[in-house]
């Protein structure tokens, strides 16, 4: 059973416009949530975390929501630019352990 | 940013050859994992290590073994590679404390022929 769920394989974007990738999680023990960007052959590069206690935390054109309730969270990305254009993987650490547990990922691709 | 390192890049070789991919960091981090990915999937973990001499078997039944004798080094063994066995194998390492990311290796490209 899946308990980090990206139903979105992919999301194209004009450039400038705002990309929102979203991720659910079944597990309500979960603490900790990233998200991770990757480009084919390489490994993934960390974007973007949230705590568990928090609902919001941005970094640059980068913020990450979380809605405990809906067991949900979002990446939102302003303004999208071409390089943005890779797949993107929202992940989660379980309470008290640490292991990291990721969706299937969504490929952003960011038009020009 | 990320010093951690996965060798080799590509690998591409025949059905029963013994391999073993290397990945070695040099940030001192306690934690050190291996994720098996296939295209258009997730990131599965196939092993965890929390530290010298402990190693733990992940949540995707893998045929690979690992080790961990030096803090820095954690590589993983295929004693008979198969074409199953095809797939980018992804090594990654934290420090263990709270709210700590991952650092991922550049990945190894696994090609069983």
């Known amino acids: 059973d899946q308990q980090v769920k990206q139903n979105s394989p992919s999301l194209s974007v004009q450039e400038g416009r705002i990309s929102i990738l979203n991720c659910d999680y079944t597990n309500s023990m979960f603490d900790y949530f990233l998200w991770y960007k990757k480009y084919p052959a390489e490994g993934p590069t960390f974007l973007i975390s949230?705590?568990?206690?928090?609902d919001k935390n941005e970094d640059g054109r980068f913020t990450v929501f979380l809605n405990k309730s809906a067991k949900h969270l979002s990446l939102h990305i302003v303004p999208s630019q071409p390089g943005d254009s890779a797949v993107y993987f929202c992940?989660?650490?379980?309470?008290?352990?640490?292991?990291?547990?990721f969706g299937t990922g969504t490929r952003l691709k960011v038009l020009a | 940013e990320a010093d951690i390192y996965q060798t080799p890049r590509y690998l591409v070789i025949g059905t029963g050859k013994k391999i073993t991919l290397e990945c070695s960091q040099t940030?001192?981090?306690?934690?050190m994992y291996w994720y098996q990915q296939d295209p258009g999937m997730e990131l599965h973990l196939i092993h965890y290590s929390y530290g010298v001499n402990s190693t733990e078997k992940g949540d995707l039944s893998s045929e690979s073994t690992v080790s961990r004798i030096r803090t820095e080094h954690f590589p993983l063994t295929l004693e008979s590679a198969r074409p199953s066995h095809t797939s980018q194998y992804l090594c990654?390492?934290?420090?263990?404390?709270?709210?700590?990311?991952?650092?991922f290796g550049s990945g190894t490209q696994l090609s069983v022929l």
């Open positions: 992940a989660a650490r379980h309470s008290g352990t640490y292991k990291y547990i």
């Open positions: 990654a390492s934290s420090r263990g404390s709270t709210n700590e990311k991952l650092f």
């Open positions: 949230i705590s568990s206690i928090k």
């Open positions: 940030m001192g981090h306690d934690k």
